[in-house]
């Protein structure tokens, strides 16, 4: 089993920044990719951004180019710097971590809210 754990959510104004972190534990060994999605009250839940172990990269286009997705070397953590914060990024945020892909992921954290106030 792999277990995540996000930190790092809060309030803050428009325009601000936010680092999310994930921390992977247990069998990583079968994590390839890792990633977050959120959920607005009221949406669908929306793949974010996401990244393999080889750090190749991926973005919703509502992201592209005020959010960036990383990792550190030993692969059992993620971060997502968030820039630039617009109220419609208030939602619940979950890092996600698959072995092959996040369309379905296998392992879900409890996950982490971010208020983007106006």
């Known amino acids: 089993q792999v277990q995540l754990v996000e930190s790092g959510g809060g309030l803050v104004q428009a325009g601000g920044s936010l680092r999310l972190s994930c921390a992977a534990s247990g069998n990583i060994f079968r994590i390839n990719v890792m990633g977050w999605y959120r959920q607005a009250p009221g949406k669908q839940r929306e793949l974010v951004a996401s990244?393999?172990?080889?750090?190749?990269?991926k973005y919703a286009d509502s992201v592209g180019g005020r959010f960036a997705i990383s990792s550190n070397d030993a692969k059992n953590m993620v971060y997502l710097q968030m820039n630039s914060l617009k109220p419609e990024d208030t939602a619940v945020y979950y890092c996600a971590a698959d072995r092959y892909t996040l369309m379905r992921p296998d392992y879900w954290g409890q996950g982490t809210q971010v208020t983007v106030s106006s």
């Open positions: 990244i393999t172990n080889g750090d190749s990269t």
